[in-house]
C-alpha cells in the first residue's frame, strides 16, 4: 500500500503544470491597460506558448507581450 501512495503521489507530481511566467496584473502593468478581455487572451495565448515550450523564461514572456500588443 506505501508503494501505490508514492507512485500516485510521483504520477500527480509529474502531471502538474508550471506556474505562468506573468500574471495578469504583470501583463496589465507592462501593457499600462485596465481590467479586460484582451487581458484574458494575452494570458491564454502567453500560458499555451510556455506550455509549447515556446516561451521558456520570465523575460522571453515580457518580450512576447510587449511586442504582441493589441
Known amino acids: 500500500l506505501r508503494r ?4 500516485k503521489k510521483l ?5 502538474r ?3 505562468p511566467h506573468l500574471n ?3 501583463i496589465m ?6 481590467p479586460s478581455p484582451a487581458v484574458g487572451a494575452i494570458i491564454n495565448e502567453l ?3 510556455q506550455l509549447a515550450g515556446v ?5 522571453e514572456a515580457e518580450l512576447f507581450v510587449k511586442h504582441r500588443g493589441l
Open 47 to 49: 500560458r499555451e506558448r
Open 29 to 34: 502593468a507592462l501593457l499600462n491597460l485596465p
Open 24 to 26: 495578469g496584473n504583470e
Open 17 to 19: 503544470l508550471p506556474p
Open 11 to 15: 504520477n500527480a507530481e509529474k502531471n
Open 55 to 59: 516561451i521558456k523564461t520570465k523575460a
Open 4 to 7: 501505490i501512495e508514492e507512485l
